[in-house]
């Protein structure tokens, strides 16, 4: 092993100027560190922004295609109030239909002759629903 003087006398001296060269090379990398982190801020930053107005666009369409259902929904609930609302009135006249029937077979079965005015045409049977 070579001894520390031994050493220096094969390392050649160091010009005057080269402290300064890694002074300002050690300045150099520290600005662009901190620039680099601006930028990482930055980025970062601008990242955020459009992941918000990505969830904005998501929210958006939601309510747009929850918005369209409700309305779909409202509309098949106002069919089908008015299909039920159809089927009360088909019904009472099934109930009004079978009661007059049944009058008219009763009249017919007392053997009380009708006027001919008061014949009718026999009823159609009722309609199951």
Same mark, same amino acid.
């Given at each position: 092993?070579?001894?520390?003087?031994?050493?220096?006398?094969?390392?050649?001296?160091?010009?005057?100027?080269?402290?300064?060269? &890694?002074?300002?090379?050690?300045?150099?990398?520290?600005?662009?560190? /901190? /620039?680099?982190?601006?930028?990482?801020? &930055? @980025?970062? =930053?601008?990242?955020?922004?459009? @992941?918000?107005?990505? &969830?904005?666009?998501?929210?958006?369409?939601?309510?747009?295609?929850? =918005?369209?259902?409700?309305? @779909?929904?409202?509309?098949?609930?106002?069919?089908? +109030?008015? /299909?039920?609302?159809?089927?009360?009135?088909? &019904?009472?006249?099934?109930? !009004?239909?079978?009661?007059?029937? !049944? +009058?008219?077979?009763?009249?017919?079965?007392?053997?009380?002759?009708?006027?001919?005015?008061?014949?009718?045409?026999?009823?159609?049977?009722?309609?199951?629903?």
């Amino acid at each position: 092993m070579a001894s520390a003087q031994e050493r220096s006398q094969t390392l050649p001296e160091m010009p005057d100027w080269a402290p300064w060269l &890694q002074a300002g090379l050690t300045a150099m990398l520290a600005v662009l560190f /901190v /620039v680099m982190v601006g930028k990482m801020r &930055q @980025q970062s =930053s601008s990242i955020r922004a459009l @992941q918000e107005r990505v &969830q904005g666009l998501e929210n958006s369409r939601a309510l747009e295609r929850t =918005s369209g259902l409700e309305e @779909q929904l409202r509309t098949t609930v106002q069919r089908l +109030q008015v /299909v039920e609302r159809s089927n009360a009135r088909l &019904q009472a006249l099934s109930s !009004d239909n079978k009661l007059l029937n !049944d +009058q008219l077979r009763q009249l017919r079965s007392t053997g009380t002759k009708l006027a001919p005015a008061d014949e009718l045409p026999p009823l159609l049977p009722p309609v199951k629903p």
